[in-house]
């Protein structure tokens, strides 16, 4: 199927929209990540193994 449809502007189109949504997924996941990152940030600095928590984690 690729091969008919490559070389036009419906491949173009599709081509593009993939790329445009990778990019937008890997923004999501930044932003998504940096937030967790920010709300447990305390969690993941206990010092001591006696304070981990699996639960906390879960």
Known sequence: ???KIYGTELF???KNSIQNSSQRIAEL????????T???SSVMQKDEV???DINEFI
């Open 12 to 14: 173009s189109l599709l």
């Open 29 to 36: 996941l930044d932003n998504s990540l940096s937030s967790q």
């Open 38 to 40: 920010n709300t447990s």
């Open 50 to 52: 006696n304070d981990f």
């Open 1 to 3: 199927m690729i091969q």
